[in-house]
């Protein structure tokens, strides 16, 4: 058990010293944390942080209770108590951590705590191969136990794992997963690698699939955020590209993303002609050059005026939080806005608080960042005073 309690932003400026990690040395970061930040929205937000000495945050997740829960890709699972920074671990899966393999994505059962399920998505160790699992495990007497395999037919490699996932509200379980590397996965309808999965809770394919599989679209190169529009229930993921075309997408069952022959918009005569035969879907917003687009989550509350109804998307190499205002029918970006570069770092996931405060997780401890004072951490932004 570990207990962190909440601090202010400027109680963090102190600089760390060098810090060992994964062999090597990460350096110094003379950044300065903003106390606040103006949004073009016109809203003023201050940051605070809510709990700090973490490693590699992967995965923030509401509990039912209202405590939020979260991974490290390292494969500890902790619950946080937002109001007061105290984190308790509830459990520890055994995972191969290399690269960017590790503790992925969480979630609840839909009938959570009655059915005490909790999922993970996450790279395990086969043979000296490095493999991905949908796996679940019981929640009782405040402690997970004992993992139980779903689903382990996923290639996995030191990166390209994906691995997001969301139960949508239909019941169903919707779970990114990465190509692995393998190009030619992506478009193989009988992999389930390069695809968005459609499952139910038992891990069997869903009925009614696109493909008769548990595939739902395919397409994908490495898709780490998911989520469904609160208002309309529809599912948007976010998608790393090469180093072109970062992508927003609307995920629609059985259409084609395009990858590896397409990487954002149909906008080369190759990618028109595979478009065309395919019947691929185009993105909503696409980074040129690539900024590591990773969790996503929409805005859908009162506290900041500005925001409600926006998509926001967390940046791990463009070090920043993405503010999207969507048109009328969600299909493209009517507005973009950048807070934050290089001020906090590189950002693995955001989320949306129930009383409306904006909570965002570092990821600077994960081989490829520099270190603030108190990484890994999680910022909570609210209205200033």
């Given at each position: 058990?570990?207990?962190?309690?909440?601090?202010?932003?400027?109680?963090?400026?102190?600089?760390?010293?060098?810090?060992?990690?994964?062999?090597?040395?990460?350096?110094?970061?003379?950044?300065?944390?903003?106390?606040?930040?103006?949004?073009?929205?016109?809203?003023?937000?201050?940051?605070?942080?809510?709990?700090?000495?973490?490693?590699?945050?992967?995965?923030?997740?509401?509990?039912?209770?209202?405590?939020?829960?979260?991974?490290?890709?390292?494969?500890?699972?902790?619950?946080?108590?937002?109001?007061?920074?105290?984190?308790?671990?509830?459990?520890?899966?055994?995972?191969?951590?290399?690269?960017?393999?590790?503790?992925?994505?969480?979630?609840?059962?839909?009938?959570?705590?009655?059915?005490?399920?909790?999922?993970?998505?996450?790279?395990?160790?086969?043979?000296?191969?490095?493999?991905?699992?949908?796996?679940?495990?019981?929640?009782?007497?405040g402690r997970l136990g004992d993992p139980i395999s779903?689903?382990?037919?996923?290639?996995?490699?030191?990166?390209?794992?994906?691995?997001?996932?969301?139960?949508?509200?239909?019941?169903?379980?919707?779970?990114?997963?990465?190509?692995?590397?393998?190009?030619?996965?992506?478009?193989?309808?009988?992999?389930?690698?390069?695809?968005?999965?459609?499952?139910?809770?038992?891990?069997?394919?869903?009925?009614?699939?696109?493909?008769?599989?548990?595939?739902?679209?395919?397409?994908?190169?490495?898709?780490?955020?998911?989520?469904?529009?609160?208002?309309?229930?529809?599912?948007?993921?976010?998608?790393?590209?090469?180093?072109?075309?970062?992508?927003?997408?609307?995920?629609?069952?059985?259409?084609?993303?395009?990858?590896?022959?397409?990487?954002?918009?149909?906008?080369?005569?190759?990618?028109?002609?595979?478009?065309?035969?395919?019947?691929?879907?185009?993105?909503?917003?696409?980074?040129?050059?690539?900024?590591?687009?990773?969790?996503?989550?929409?805005?859908?509350?009162?506290?900041?005026?500005?925001?409600?109804?926006?998509?926001?998307?967390?940046?791990?190499?463009?070090?920043?939080?993405?503010?999207?205002?969507?048109?009328?029918?969600g299909r493209t970006a009517s507005g973009v806005e950048?807070?934050?570069?290089?001020?906090?770092?590189?950002?693995?996931?955001?989320?949306?608080?129930?009383?409306?405060?904006?909570?965002?997780?570092?990821?600077?401890?994960?081989?490829?960042?520099?270190?603030?004072?108190?990484?890994?951490?999680?910022?909570?932004?609210?209205?200033?005073?």
């Amino acid at each position: 058990m570990r207990t962190t309690h909440a601090t202010t932003i400027a109680a963090m400026t102190t600089i760390l010293g060098p810090l060992l990690f994964a062999g090597g040395v990460l350096p110094r970061v003379a950044a300065q944390m903003p106390a606040t930040v103006t949004s073009s929205s016109g809203d003023v937000l201050a940051l605070r942080s809510v709990v700090t000495g973490l490693d590699t945050i992967w995965d923030m997740v509401w509990a039912p209770d209202g405590e939020m829960w979260i991974t490290e890709r390292g494969g500890r699972v902790s619950r946080i108590d937002v109001a007061t920074g105290e984190i308790v671990a509830v459990g520890e899966l055994e995972v191969r951590e290399q690269g960017e393999s590790g503790l992925m994505g969480m979630a609840f059962h839909p009938d959570f705590p009655e059915e005490p399920w909790v999922y993970f998505a996450y790279s395990y160790d086969a043979g000296g191969q490095i493999r991905n699992r949908l796996a679940r495990a019981r929640f009782e007497n405040g402690r997970l136990g004992d993992p139980i395999s779903l689903v382990d037919d996923f290639e996995g490699r030191g990166n390209h794992n994906g691995a997001r996932i969301v139960f949508g509200p239909d019941g169903l379980l919707y779970m990114t997963m990465g190509e692995a590397g393998q190009r030619p996965l992506s478009q193989d309808p009988g992999s389930l690698n390069g695809k968005i999965l459609r499952l139910t809770p038992e891990g069997r394919p869903a009925p009614g699939n696109p493909f008769g599989s548990a595939v739902w679209s395919l397409g994908h190169r490495n898709p780490q955020g998911l989520v469904f529009q609160p208002a309309t229930g529809v599912l948007y993921s976010s998608e790393h590209g090469p180093n072109s075309d970062d992508e927003i997408n609307v995920i629609e069952p059985g259409r084609n993303y395009g990858w590896p022959t397409v990487a954002g918009f149909c906008d080369s005569s190759q990618e028109q002609a595979f478009c065309d035969e395919n019947d691929v879907s185009e993105p909503v917003h696409s980074w040129t050059p690539t900024v590591g687009i990773a969790g996503i989550d929409f805005y859908d509350h009162d506290l900041i005026p500005g925001w409600r109804g926006n998509l926001l998307a967390a940046a791990l190499g463009g070090r920043s939080l993405f503010r999207l205002s969507l048109s009328g029918d969600g299909r493209t970006a009517s507005g973009v806005e950048r807070l934050f570069q290089n001020q906090l770092g590189r950002l693995r996931d955001v989320l949306a608080g129930p009383d409306g405060a904006v909570y965002i997780a570092t990821s600077n401890l994960d081989g490829r960042g520099q270190t603030n004072a108190g990484d890994d951490q999680i910022i909570r932004l609210t209205p200033a005073d």
